[in-house]
């Protein structure tokens, strides 16, 4: 054994506290290469934050249907519609619209429910209410604005019992979570999937869409490069191999992809033919 150990040992370079895992010869060299000319992506100017959490999304993700229902009855209504995607309608470099629609009522707007009697309406008396969910029972018509509040009570209208949104500061027709970035919906940034699959599920947006908590959002400096860089087999084989950790399967953790060094536009790794065919025939 001893023989065949200092036959085969691979010296590694890791340091303390580093994540570390174990790596052939050739692959500690890629990694090394890719660490030199890279820059991890918590050093570019860019952020990266998860879509929106509406704690209800039978009353707030609606169809082409409801929306075009909605803008009839009241066209102020179209102001905070939004087209919404998720995790599952982002592929690599492509985005598949599966027209569902967000009630954009955010907490840092400050929007007046009553300027929306359309929106209103809908939250209260909806057929959403009549769905099934994961926490609750078909409710009666009318019950839209208990269910809707964000109490973390049980209540009971119409002698049904059903578990209110959790507790927070917001009002009863806003969407649960308070976070500040909702502009950033409106930049042009990157797109992708909390759940990766087996291939890259990164794609450009530059119309404006919002995600749900199952995608995420990057914004920031040189999008339409990192994109690319993103879905280049290079760096997908350096996210997996080195930098993916582990956790649920296939899940991305943002940790782990700010960890992640990509070059500059100016800088070029020198990979060796070995590497490059190495790298490109890697399967997992």
Do not use: C
């Not at 060299?29 to 918590?42: D, F, R, V, Y």
């Not at 039978?58 to 009839?72: Q, T």
């Not at 982002?90 to 985005?95: F, G, H, Y």
């Not at 009630?103 to 840092?108: E, G, N, Q, R, Y």
């Amino acid at each position: 054994m001893s023989v065949y150990i200092r036959q085969n040992a691979v010296p590694i370079t890791y340091k303390a506290g580093d994540s570390w895992t174990i790596l052939s010869q050739i692959e500690q060299g890629t990694k090394n290469k890719i660490e030199a000319a890279g820059t991890p992506l918590s050093d570019w100017d860019v952020q990266i934050n998860r879509g929106i959490l509406t704690g209800l999304n039978e009353a707030f993700i609606i169809s082409s249907d409801v929306r075009n229902k909605l803008i009839s009855e009241d066209p102020k209504s179209a102001e905070i519609i939004r087209p919404i995607l998720r995790g599952r309608d982002i592929e690599k470099d492509s985005i598949h619209f599966s027209d569902l629609y967000l009630i954009a009522l955010f907490p840092s707007k400050n929007y007046d429910i009553e300027e929306f009697p359309a929106i209103k309406n809908w939250l209260i008396n909806g057929e959403w209410v009549q769905i099934k969910t994961k926490n609750n029972p078909p409710t009666p018509i009318g019950s839209g604005k208990m269910r809707l509040m964000q109490s973390g009570s049980t209540v009971e209208f119409e002698g049904v019992s059903f578990k209110t949104r959790k507790k927070t500061s917001n009002k009863w027709f806003e969407t649960q979570d308070s976070i500040k970035y909702w502009d950033n919906f409106n930049e042009p940034k990157i797109l992708f999937s909390r759940i990766s699959g087996t291939e890259p599920k990164f794609a450009l947006d530059l119309e404006k869409y919002v995600t749900n908590d199952t995608g995420y959002i990057i914004t920031g400096e040189e999008i339409e490069y990192l994109k690319e860089q993103l879905i280049n087999p290079i760096f997908w084989f350096a996210f997996n191999r080195f930098y993916m950790g582990g956790g649920v399967n296939r899940e991305f953790k943002v940790n782990n992809l700010l960890n992640l060094p990509i070059p500059k536009s100016a800088n070029m790794i020198p990979f060796s033919n070995t590497e490059l065919e190495y790298i490109l025939n890697w399967k997992e």
